[in-house]
């Protein structure tokens, strides 16, 4: 393969998805994730179990990615990883792999911020049909909402970006999680609760909007009103969460949204960026991408909305904001240690 722009093998281990992808600068050649099943049966990821399954998986996870993309592994320009924010073991086994391949293979290393690669997710090489791709205009506002963090952030540049909101205690991704294993759901509490939600009536539970100055979010209290919730109706009805499973669901996941979207849209108004787009894990729930699409339209601004690939953890978007160190020169030192708590301003 000859081409000007570097081979990218990306790596991404900072929670339970072991993900590994080659790009040819933003373009994916191949993007191979293997989800750990393990943290189900515990309602949430086991940070030991988690290092443990990343020893496991990343030689094979490594070797598909190669595989799949066609290339041979001396073609290979340059390693990217995540360096954080995460789970420390879990991101030292990513970042030591890659600095022993970036040492044999003598390329450089290129150490990402985690929550910066959701961002630029949005610069994946997605061509359309006339070979235009519209991409975010600078500066815009990124809503990005995971399992770790919620955060409104102003990116001015690439690798430019300024946090101007998050939350001070749970992430959303947080309370669809708890939520679920309040209501005997499985691990992770997203997906379910958003499927169980398509079926509910949005207005039969009602929830506070928790009150939280500026555009910060607060997350923890909404958990809390679920649980006093179920467990009051259960004194009344043992039955009560599996008779109103969906609706209990779909008011809660309401609610979580509403509160999302009402920050986020005087966000806008302080902001005023040029176009709006949604990252990170729970960017994949249905209501949520929905109503961003409406604000967009009622704020008159572009809306950008990962495809479903790119919203949970990946390793193309650590190749895609990897492509943007690199022709920064920005690369890592051997020496560099992952960060747990690594922030992006
Ligand atoms: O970005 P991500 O894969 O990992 C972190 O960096 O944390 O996000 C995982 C989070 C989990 O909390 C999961 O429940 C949530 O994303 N999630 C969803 C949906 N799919 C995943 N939340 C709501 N609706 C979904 N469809
Ligand atoms: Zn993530």
């Given at each position: 393969?000859?081409?000007?722009?570097?081979?990218?093998?990306?790596?991404?281990?900072?929670?339970?998805?072991?993900?590994?992808?080659?790009?040819?600068?933003?373009?994916?050649?191949?993007?191979?994730?293997?989800?750990?099943?393990?943290?189900?049966?515990?309602?949430?990821?086991?940070?030991?179990?988690?290092?443990?399954?990343?020893?496991?998986?990343?030689?094979?996870?490594?070797?598909?990615?190669?595989?799949?993309?066609?290339?041979?592994?001396?073609?290979?320009?340059?390693?990217?990883?995540?360096?954080?924010?995460?789970?420390?073991?879990?991101?030292?086994?990513?970042?030591?792999?890659?600095?022993?391949?970036?040492?044999?293979?003598?390329?450089?290393?290129?150490?990402?911020?985690?929550?910066?690669?959701?961002?630029?997710?949005?610069?994946?090489?997605?061509?359309?049909?006339?070979?235009?791709?519209?991409?975010?205009?600078?500066?815009?506002?990124?809503?990005?909402?995971?399992?770790?963090?919620?955060?409104?952030?102003?990116?001015?540049?690439?690798?430019?970006?300024?946090?101007?909101?998050?939350?001070?205690?749970?992430?959303?991704?947080?309370?669809?999680?708890?939520?679920?294993?309040v209501l005997g759901?499985?691990?992770?509490?997203?997906?379910?609760?958003?499927?169980?939600?398509?079926?509910?009536?949005?207005?039969?539970?009602?929830?506070?909007?928790?009150?939280?100055?500026?555009?910060?979010?607060?997350?923890?209290?909404?958990?809390?009103?679920?649980?006093?919730?179920?467990?009051?109706?259960?004194?009344k009805d043992p039955?009560?969460?599996?008779?109103?499973?969906?609706?209990?669901?779909?008011?809660?996941?309401?609610?979580?949204?509403?509160?999302?979207?009402?920050?986020f849209s005087a966000?806008?108004?302080?902001?005023?960026?040029?176009?709006?787009?949604?990252?990170?894990?729970?960017?994949?729930?249905?209501?949520?991408?929905?109503?961003?699409?409406?604000?967009?339209?009622?704020?008159?601004?572009?809306?950008?909305?990962?495809?479903?690939?790119?919203?949970?953890?990946?390793?193309?978007?650590?190749?895609?904001?990897?492509?943007?160190?690199?022709?920064?020169?920005?690369?890592?030192?051997?020496?560099?240690?992952?960060?747990?708590?690594?922030?992006?301003?």
């Open positions: 393969m000859t081409s000007s722009l570097p081979i990218i093998l990306a790596i991404e281990s900072s929670c339970d998805e072991t993900s590994a992808a080659i790009l040819i600068g933003t373009q994916v050649k191949s993007n191979i994730i293997a989800t750990q099943k393990i943290h189900e049966k515990y309602g949430g990821v086991v940070p030991e179990l988690a290092s443990r399954a990343h020893q496991q998986n990343i030689v094979p996870v490594v070797q598909q990615a190669i595989s799949e993309a066609g290339i041979s592994i001396s073609e290979i320009n340059v390693i990217a990883c995540t360096q954080g924010p995460g789970l420390m073991g879990a991101l030292q086994v990513g970042v030591s792999y890659s600095k022993s391949l970036s040492m044999a293979l003598n390329v450089p290393l290129i150490l990402v911020n985690h929550m910066q690669a959701h961002v630029l997710a949005h610069f994946i090489s997605r061509q359309q049909e006339d070979g235009t791709q519209a991409l975010p205009e600078f500066p815009f506002l990124c809503l990005t909402v995971s399992g770790g963090h919620t955060q409104i952030v102003l990116v001015n540049s690439p690798l430019e970006m300024k946090v101007v909101g998050s939350t001070i205690d749970d992430a959303a991704g947080e309370a669809f999680d708890k939520a679920s294993k759901l499985e691990y992770p509490g997203g997906p379910q609760i958003d499927r169980l939600s398509k079926n509910g009536n949005a207005s039969k539970f009602t929830f506070t909007i928790p009150t939280t100055p500026d555009l910060s979010y607060s997350f923890s209290g909404l958990k809390t009103s679920l649980l006093y919730l179920v467990r009051d109706e259960k004194v039955n009560f969460v599996e008779n109103n499973l969906e609706d209990l669901c779909a008011s809660y996941q309401a609610t979580i949204v509403k509160y999302l979207l009402k920050k966000a806008i108004n302080i902001c005023k960026p040029k176009s709006i787009a949604l990252a990170g894990g729970v960017s994949a729930n249905s209501l949520l991408r929905h109503e961003f699409e409406k604000l967009s339209k009622e704020k008159g601004v572009g809306c950008f909305i990962p495809p479903f690939e790119f919203t949970t953890d990946n390793a193309a978007m650590i190749g895609s904001s990897a492509y943007f160190l690199y022709e920064k020169k920005q690369f890592a030192l051997l020496s560099d240690p992952p960060s747990a708590r690594l922030t992006i301003d």
